[in-house]
């Protein structure tokens, strides 16, 4: 048994993340996370790809797309379990992301019964709001929704 103990089987990490076998394997080979082959040419993980996992669920839940997630844990080192420090600097990174999202997320929330510009005119506020749809000629989707292009139709979730 080499330093870095018998390791984790594929099985174990997805039971104990609550994701399945493939989805290991695709944050494998997109670079997400890394195990290794042992002396029987079984792949082992190291326990703290869990929290590797964890944060990539977290992070996808929130909309950070997939891409944006691999660089910032790019940045933490491959040799060593990350430190609160480490997790510290990943997570400041995404902090304006995730204030934006929260506060569309909020405004959403407050918005949702009253019109939200998206050519319905189905409200009481909508001859107000956007009178003829007149919101549609500035672009698609909830216009007073304030959500960016890149929010519309794509799924962040694997
Ligand atoms: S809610 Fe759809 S246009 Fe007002």
Redesign the pocket.
């Known amino acids: 048994m080499d330093e870095r103990g018998s390791g984790l089987t594929v099985g174990q990490v997805a039971a104990r993340s609550g994701i399945r076998v493939s989805t290991v394997h695709f944050y494998e080979a997109r670079g997400l996370i890394r195990g290794w082959r042992n002396n029987g040419n079984q792949r082992r993980f190291a326990r703290e790809v869990l929290r590797r996992i964890a944060v990539i669920r977290v992070a996808q839940l929130a909309g950070i797309p997939l891409a944006r997630i691999k660089k910032a844990l790019d940045e933490l080192p491959a040799d060593r379990a990350p430190t609160g420090d480490d997790w510290t600097r990943l997570s400041a990174q995404w902090r304006a992301d995730l204030d934006a999202r929260i506060q569309r997320l909020t405004k959403l929330r407050d918005d949702l019964d ?10 009481s ?2 001859p107000l ?2 009178p003829g ?1 007149r ?1 549609g000629k500035e672009g698609a989707g ?1 216009r ?1 929704l304030d959500l960016p292009v890149s929010d519309l139709g794509t799924s962040a979730l694997r």
Do not use: A, F, K, M
């Open positions: 009253g019109c939200i510009g998206c050519g319905c005119l189905s409200t506020q909508c709001r956007n749809d919101l909830p007073l």
